[in-house]
């Protein structure tokens, strides 16, 4: 049976007097893969920075495996197990692909030999191994998104929070990504929670979904259940972002 990986509860941020988290628990209970949706603003991003302690929380708790991780500062929430992608990938452009995941793993006091037979495994499975000695630089925008995912993946994470991967993707892009979460899930053990605005994404990825409007969670249940409900139509779908 899975572990309850994540927990959090009570989760309130100001910025200013502006507040982008409201009293929002979840937790991502027996699901692989846990989605939260809502429109732009909704505070998706800025809840996953209060999880990786790059903002702090001015109420509520955070758990990750029954441990509170509420003030730990990021290196030691990685160390611990969770890492995050980013919206705009970020890798060193002036190194090449398979070099940008050796400076992850290269901290993690592994031998040389494991390290780049680790990096080699997680670049076959995201697709980017026939360009693992090209510069990050010379990459394509779809190829750049995929390096963000296998550098998060360098770090050797238990749960993988995906902000946004397929930003910009359409049709067969899209697919591939779906399939690269998959993979993630089933090939490697990670657990995976994903952001994203569009609901038909993250619908045949997702086991449960959280909705989430001006910082807060207005609904939670399975992809049939969110499509079906109305607050969610109402808020959400009705705004034709999907």
Not at 214 to 227: C, N, S
């Amino acid at each position: 049976m899975l572990i309850n990986m994540l927990k959090v509860k009570n989760l309130t941020k100001y910025f200013g007097g502006v507040r982008a988290l409201s009293n929002l628990s979840f937790e991502i209970g027996g699901s692989k893969v846990f989605g939260i949706i809502g429109p732009n603003g909704s505070g998706k991003t800025t809840l996953f920075n209060v999880i990786m302690g790059i903002y702090s929380p001015d109420y509520g708790e955070i758990e990750f495996q029954g441990r509170s991780i509420k003030g730990l500062p990021p290196h030691k929430i990685c160390r611990l197990g969770i890492t995050k992608t980013h919206q705009t990938p970020r890798p060193f452009m002036n190194l090449t692909v398979l070099e940008n995941l050796l400076v992850p793993l290269s901290v993690q006091s592994l031998k040389h030999e494991y390290a780049v037979d680790y990096a080699l495994k997680i670049l076959k499975l995201i697709g980017l191994d026939e360009v693992k000695d090209t510069y990050a630089g010379l990459l394509l925008p779809f190829q750049l998104r995929k390096l963000e995912i296998a550098r998060a993946l360098a770090c050797r994470p238990k749960l993988l929070l995906m902000d946004e991967p397929a930003a910009g993707m359409r049709g067969r892009e899209i697919d591939e990504m779906i399939e690269i979460i998959n993979k993630i899930v089933r090939d490697m053990g990670v657990r995976v929670v994903l952001v994203d605005h569009r609901m038909e994404l993250v619908a045949k990825v997702a086991e449960r979904i959280m909705v989430m409007h001006q910082g807060t969670k207005i609904f939670e249940g399975d992809p049939a259940e969110v499509l079906n409900s109305q607050v969610v139509i109402q808020v959400y779908l009705g705004s034709g972002i999907v």
